[in-house]
Structures are given as structure tokens and as C-alpha cells.
């Protein structure tokens, strides 16, 4: 699979993924229809997140290495990316149900960095 084709899918599931998060916010009831409204939330929101730093994180790599970048670097800013809506997810989840909120997301920051550093190594 090309590059350009899989950072076309991504982008398209962006748009897509976006569409469906502003269309849940503004016509789903969250209080009819409670388990419906969070988890399409949730996973629109996730998908959204996911979509837009895959993409900035391959431009981010495409400049930094020069243009010389590989489908590698796509999968590696899609789990990135990933990691990131993972974090975001859990800041608002934490923040929703009244953790304290540095000292998770700092806890959950340092797991998330650690594995990345992790595969990454274990790529390579």
C-alpha cells in the first residue's frame, strides 16, 4: 500500500469521523439516550483526535526528516496518534469523574511515553 493512498483513507476517515462528532453534540440527547450519546462520542471522538495528529505528526516527520520519509513513518504517527487520543480520552474521563487531573494524566503521560519508547526500540 502507498503512502499517499493510506494517508488519503486517513484523512477521509477524518472527515468522516469529524462530521459524526458534530453531529452527535448537536443531536443526540445525552440524557434519552444515555449509552448511545457516550459511546459514539467516545469513539468519534477518539477517531477524530486519532486521524488529525496521524496527519500532523507525519508532516512534523516529513520536514524533519527532509522528505525522506517511508510508510513507516505512517504506521509509527498513526500510533502516535493513537496514544494521544488515548490520553485526551482519559483527561476528559478523569476529569469527568473528579480524579485529580495532573497527577493521572502525569501517571497515564509517563505509561503512555514509556510504552512508545518501548516499541519503538523494539521496532528497530
Known amino acids: 500500500m502507498k503512502k ?10 477524518f472527515i468522516v469521523s469529524l462530521t459524526t462528532l458534530v453531529l452527535v453534540l448537536n443531536y443526540v440527547d445525552p440524557y ?6 457516550v459511546s459514539s462520542l467516545l469513539f468519534s471522538y ?7 495528529f496521524t496527519i500532523l505528526f507525519y508532516f512534523i516527520k516529513k520536514i524533519y526528516y ?3 520519509v517511508y510508510i ?3 504506521l509509527s504517527s498513526f500510533r502516535q496518534g493513537f496514544l494521544v487520543a ?3 480520552s482519559s483527561l476528559v474521563y478523569f ?8 497527577l493521572g494524566g502525569g501517571i497515564l503521560f509517563l ?14
Open 111 to 124: 505509561i503512555l511515553f514509556l510504552l512508545e519508547i518501548f516499541v519503538e526500540n523494539y521496532e528497530n
Open 46 to 52: 477518539t477517531l477524530t483526535i486519532s486521524c488529525f
Open 86 to 88: 488515548i490520553f485526551t
Open 95 to 102: 476529569y469527568n469523574h473528579q480524579v485529580p487531573v495532573w
Open 66 to 68: 527532509r522528505g525522506n
Open 32 to 37: 434519552e439516550y444515555r449509552v448511545l450519546a
Open 72 to 74: 513507516y513513518h505512517v
Open 4 to 13: 499517499r493512498f493510506l494517508l488519503f483513507i486517513i484523512f477521509i476517515i
